[in-house]
Every structure is written in structure tokens, then in C-alpha cells.
């Protein structure tokens, strides 16, 4: 497995790995990996002959208040998961590689971005599409793996490559959660023992919620919204928000509407959690 440091030297690779014909499938990570990563690379190993990922705790979707220089990492460990799933290179830049001191230019989206974790997230998103528009030119892939878990990033990844034509199929994977259904995420290393316990609040609900949007369609919403709320008080959560909406567009779901996205985000101690479901009606 090679590992890449440096954009160009990884563009070089990724030009002569189309230009003998191979395909390129890319995972983007920000490190500190687990098995919901190792699922999306397994996923890039069944449709490209080349699998990059890259780690990169990318500091333009951070506001200065969140755990930018908190976020953990582990590289060494990163590189052996990697390697352990076929993944054929790995990218892991500095900042200060990546990104120009004098760097003005931004890809943003205007609507889809505003709600969910945009409202408290609001730059979140704009450093996000950046960072992926940079690593689709710098490693050319022909297929991007990325997670449901951060069900409304996956959305908006969709309709970039829609809006800005990029050659780039988006694969998604499912939502990946340890023996305790709690989602995994990197950030689940900042809970105590008691807050992850009480977090299971959140995955509780996400499940509750799937039943009955299953059952009883649009109609349930108001209902599943206030059953999440509750079970996420209760266990001493502070919810950013519980939203059901129409998953192809991100707006208030109607009768029209053929799949739900149930999102949740909560905070406990000072961990903030995500956490979905997709419903198809
Ligand atoms: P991150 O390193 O948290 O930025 O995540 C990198 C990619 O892994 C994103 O596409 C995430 O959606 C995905 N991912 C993170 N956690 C999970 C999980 N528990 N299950 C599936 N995919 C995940």
C-alpha cells in the first residue's frame, strides 16, 4: 500500500493509474478509523481496481469553536486497517498542503446546506464540498464511497456532482453501529462511559422512529419527532434538533414523498452525536 503525502506527487499517481486503464475508487475520512470506514472501503474494493482513502482532518469544515485540535487521530493504526481491507494508497496531507494562504475560492450549496446540521454547523458544508471537489481532482476517481451516517453530507455530495457535472458515481454505505447500536463515529472516543450509555437514547429513538414511519407513513412525523425528544432528554441528552424530511430533497416531507430521512443530532456531555434512518414509503 503506498502512502501519499503530497497532492501533486498523489495526482501524478491517480493520472497514471487512469491512464492504464485502471479504476479509481476513493473513500474520504477524516482518520481515526473503525468499521463503519472499513465497510466503505471494503464497498471501494468490489468497484475499483485502485482504492485511495484518504484521512484528513480537513480544518475548513471546522468552526473555531469546534474540536478541530481535539479530533483524534491515529495514523499508524489507520494505515493498518486500511491495508487490512485492500485499500491500495492512502492520502494523508497537511493542511498546509492542501489548502493556499492566499486560497479564495469555495464550492458551497446554497439550500440543502441550510437545514439540519447546517443551522448550527452554518460553514460545515462549504469546507466540506471543498475538500471533496479538491480530492476528486487530485485522485480522479470513477466511484466515491461515502456513509449514511452523515445522511445529509451524502445528500448534498449527490447533488454537487449533479449541479457541477462531476464524472464521479457516489456509492453509499450503510450506516455501521457497534454491539451497542450506537452509531460509530470517531467522536464517540470523547464519551465517559455514562454518556455512552445514555447515548443509546438516540439510537433507541432512530429505531422506534423507523418502525413507525414504516407503518404509518408522513402521517406519524409529529408523533416520532416528540418520542425522539423525549427518550434524548430524558437520558440527559441536549438535542440540536430531531427533523424528519423528504430524503431527495431535504424539505418537509409530503404524502408525495417516496423515502424519509428520521436525523438526529444531540449533544451529551460535549459530544455532539448524529444519528438516521432512511425510510422508503
Ligand atoms: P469521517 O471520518 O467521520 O469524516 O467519515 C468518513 C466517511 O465515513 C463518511 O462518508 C462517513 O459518512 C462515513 N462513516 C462514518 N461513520 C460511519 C458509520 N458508523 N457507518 C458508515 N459510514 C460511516
Redesign the pocket.
Known sequence: MKIFHQPKELQEYALNCKRSGKRIAL??????L?A??A??IDIARERGDEVIVSIFVNPTQFAPTEDLDKYPRDFENDCKLCEAHGATAVFAPQPEDMYASDRSIWVDETVLSKVLCGKSRPIHFRGVLTVVSKLFNLTLPDVA??????AQ??IIIKRMVRDLDFPVEIVL?????DTDNV????RNRYLTEDERVRARSISQSVFAAEAKLKSEGVKAVSEVIDDAVKRISNAGGVVDYVEVRDADNLEEPTSNSKELLFAVAAVFGTTRLIDNCFVKL
Open positions: 473513500v474520504p475520512t477524516m482518520g481515526f473503525h463503519g470506514h465497510s466503505l464511497v461515502f456513509g449514511k451516517k452523515d453530507q451524502a454505505g450503510d450506516l455501521i453501529r452509531a460509530m463515529s470517531s
